[in-house]
C-alpha cells in the first residue's frame, strides 16, 4: 500500500513540474463584433426575401419568408407582389411596422425555379372600401 502512495506521489510531482507555461500576450486593437450588433439605418421602405425552402408536403411550392422594412415612416399593411416563373400572387402583410423596423412573414408560391422568385411592393390595392 505504501509503494502505491509513493509511485502516486512521484507520479504527482512528476507531472506538476513537467507543465510547461506559455505567457499569453495581448493581441492590440483586436475587436470582436458580432454581426447582430451591427446594424444598417433603415431609410427607405422595403422589401426582401431572406429565405426560401422547398415544402415538404407539396412538391411544387415553396415557402419563401419576406423581410419588410418600414423607411423612416409608418408603414400598415403593406400590399406585397410575389411573382416566379409559373405563378404571380398579392399578399398582404398585416399589422402595423414601426419607423426603421422590419417585420418578417412567410408565404407559399408555386414555382419550377426557387432563382425565379421575386417579392416588391404592389401597385394595386386589393382592400374592401371602409364602411
Not at 7 to 15: E, N
Not at 51 to 65: A, E, F
Request: charged share 20%; net charge positive; with cysteine.
Amino acid at each position: 500500500m505504501k509503494a502505491i502512495g509513493i509511485v502516486l506521489a512521484a507520479l504527482l510531482v512528476f507531472t506538476v513540474l513537467s507543465v510547461q507555461y506559455v505567457e499569453a500576450k495581448p493581441v492590440k486593437n483586436q475587436i470582436k463584433k458580432d454581426i447582430k450588433e451591427i446594424k444598417t439605418p433603415i431609410d427607405a421602405k422595403s422589401v426582401k426575401i431572406t429565405q426560401i425552402s422547398k415544402s415538404r408536403t407539396l412538391h411544387v411550392w415553396y415557402i419563401i419568408t419576406v423581410q419588410v422594412c418600414a423607411g423612416p415612416e409608418n408603414l400598415y399593411s403593406p400590399d406585397l407582389e410575389i411573382k416566379s416563373d409559373r405563378d404571380t400572387i398579392q399578399v398582404t402583410m398585416w399589422g402595423l411596422i414601426m419607423p426603421k423596423t422590419c417585420k418578417s412573414g412567410e408565404f407559399f408560391i408555386a414555382a419550377n425555379n426557387p432563382d425565379t422568385i421575386s417579392a416588391s411592393f404592389s401597385s394595386q390595392s386589393f382592400r374592401e372600401p371602409a364602411r
